[in-house]
């Protein structure tokens, strides 16, 4: 075995278990050099195979990242989820309900990260779609939606074709079918999926670590399924950064009369005269300003 360094692809990372993919598709579990290197799924990184030895390799370093995906912890600190990204794409359904603030969230998020978006409602054979004004309005705003079932297969094909250059995220709240989806995507899904993902109260399986998986031929992109979460936010962001997350009331802000403006009580805001008139919704322009206040409070709390 060759134990010269070389750059290897993190498919998978579960506190200092980490699991390393050579470019010919080997995979090593491999341990880091020091405790300051904490490398996540997606991320390129150095390491040396380690011959004779319980693990299978040393990483040394973390290769520079093109992005990195970030939220906020209970305890206030950012965390790392995934790394060197494409496409988010945010996963919800009608059972359980969506979240159309959470989805709002993600799109910050990647917007903040300056990645694709793509917003799948899933398990579509379920219900007539009721109740998704606020996807309409998102689609409006120039959001990619795709709406599939995992189980029937319809319209699956579409979200293949969106997310398979580079390396996609499966997001949203569990059992919103993240990882049904993988599957009927990538018919081959290997041994790992089992050994990561535990079953849930109801015998159900819930993913329990994120895993990088590969399309087959001729896709060269990657796809992340990730745990479902109850909650998700953008990393910290100041109040200056929160609008970035919203196109349309970053689109409106440069004619609010002060440059500054939080769009929230200011005189000569045009993002109000736009929620007033309708060409906003209300409904985001309410997210937003939740959002808003939660960086204020994490902000607060990173306060020395
Ligand atoms: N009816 C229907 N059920 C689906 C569909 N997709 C997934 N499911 C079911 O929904 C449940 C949850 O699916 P999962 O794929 O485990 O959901 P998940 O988002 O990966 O959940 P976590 O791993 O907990 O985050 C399972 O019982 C699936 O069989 C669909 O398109 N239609
Ligand atoms: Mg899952
Ligand atoms: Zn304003």
């Known amino acids: 075995m060759n134990t010269e360094s070389a750059t290897g692809l993190v498919v998978a990372a579960f506190g200092r278990q980490v699991i390393v993919e050579t470019p010919s598709r080997e995979r090593f579990n491999c341990r880091m050099k020091g405790r300051n290197i904490r490398p996540v799924c997606g991320d390129y990184v150095t390491w040396s195979p380690r011959e004779g030895d319980s693990i299978g390799g040393i990483i040394t370093a973390i290769n520079e990242r093109d992005n990195l995906l970030q939220r906020p ?4 600190r950012d965390e790392n989820v995934a790394a060197n990204l494409s496409c988010m794409v945010v996963v919800f359904s009608s059972h359980p309900p969506a979240d159309p603030f959470l989805v709002d969230r993600y799109i910050a998020a990647s917007e903040h990260l300056q990645v694709e978006c793509v917003l799948v409602h ?12 606020w996807l309409v309005a998102l689609e409006g705003l120039g959001y990619k939606v795709i709406r599939c079932s995992a189980k029937t297969g319809e319209n699956v094909d579409q979200l293949m074709d969106a997310c398979s250059d580079g390396v996609s995220i499966l997001v949203g709240q569990s059992g919103v079918g993240k990882s049904s989806l993988l599957n009927a995507m990538i018919a081959d899904i290997n041994q790992e999926t089992q050994e990561i993902s535990t079953s849930g109260k109801f015998g159900r399986h819930t993913t329990s670590a994120s895993y990088l998986y590969h399309f087959e031929e001729p896709y060269t992109g990657g796809l992340i399924d990730s745990p479902g979460v109850r909650d998700f936010a953008p990393p910290t962001l100041t109040e200056e950064q929160v609008p970035n997350g919203y196109i349309e009331i970053f689109a409106a802000a440069s004619d609010c009369k002060f440059a500054n403006c939080r769009h929230q009580h200011e005189p000569g805001c045009e993002v109000k005269t736009r929620v007033e008139d309708g ?4 409904r985001r322009y309410t997210s937003y300003l939740q959002l808003q206040k939660l960086m204020r409070e994490l902000n607060a709390n990173a306060a020395p």
């Open 122 to 133: 899933n398990k579509i054979e379920l219900a007539p779609a009721t109740g998704f004004e």
């Open 73 to 76: 912890t209970r305890r206030g």
């Open 279 to 282: 060409r906003i919704e209300a």
